[in-house]
């Protein structure tokens, strides 16, 4: 690789937990995790006068339908099938 070469990797992984209930009667909920892929589009400083913050603006992938792993183990994800349009933020320690 010369040294004009540059390798840049846009991708993050963000893994949630929640409790989850199999019916609206469910007493005995579990804690479920989910992990959403995205690419980074945007990074964000927010200054709050004393301290600051960093945040990742995000686009997510419909995680509903165009997350797949395929027979090696590979997670393929489709970013023209973009999903959570409304809540492109993390902060950055929750990035992976």
Known sequence: MDEKSTIQNWGVTFETESMQFSTSKDTNPIVGSMTYYGII????????????????????????????????????????????????????????
């Open 41 to 96: 589009e945007e990074i964000w400083e927010v200054d709050y006068t004393k301290f600051f913050i960093l945040v990742f603006k995000c686009k997510w992938v419909d995680n509903k339908s165009e997350v797949k792993i395929d027979e090696s183990g590979f997670i393929l994800v489709d970013f023209w099938k973009i999903g959570y349009r409304n809540e492109p933020f993390i902060m950055v320690p929750q990035a992976s």
